[in-house]
Nanobody, 121 residues
Framework: QVQLVESGGGLVQPGGSLRLSCAAS????????MNWYRQAPGKERELVVG????????????RGAVSVKGRFTISRDNAKNTVYLQMNSLKPEDTAVYYC??????????WGQGTQVTVSS
């Protein structure tokens, strides 16, 4: 059974940092591209950043996601079947539910339940 379990969300002040984790099980983690998406209230879900099985990273092309360049860093630990999202210099517009996604093509696309990140003073 495939599971993706996000953790690390919460309430943080502007300028603060959070580290999200996504623990994966039930599939061969090291072979999958892992992505972080987010969805703000009233907006579509958008790709924030992804990391391939080889370790290459990609930042989402949607405007909101482009704004995370230089502030958000994705990494993965294949030994622990875990992907991380380090978020620094957080802004109110980063407030959203953040979702972990595992992708290996059509029919092999899995999602976590999401974790809420709220940036507010």
């Amino acid at each position: 059974q495939v599971q993706l379990v996000e953790s690390g969300g919460g309430l943080v002040q502007p300028g603060g940092s959070l580290r999200l984790s996504c623990a994966a099980s039930g599939f061969t983690f090291s072979t999958y591209t892992m992505n972080w998406y987010r969805q703000a209230p009233g907006k579509e879900r958008e790709l924030v950043v992804g990391i391939s099985s080889g370790g290459g990273t990609t930042t989402g092309a949607v405007r909101g996601a482009v704004s995370v360049k230089g502030r958000f860093t994705i990494s993965r630990d294949n030994a622990k079947n875990t992907v991380y999202l380090q978020m620094n210099s957080l802004k109110p517009e980063d407030t959203a539910v953040y979702y972990c996604n595992a992708w290996y093509g059509l029919g092999n696309d899995y999602w976590g339940q999401g974790t809420q990140v709220t940036v507010s003073s």
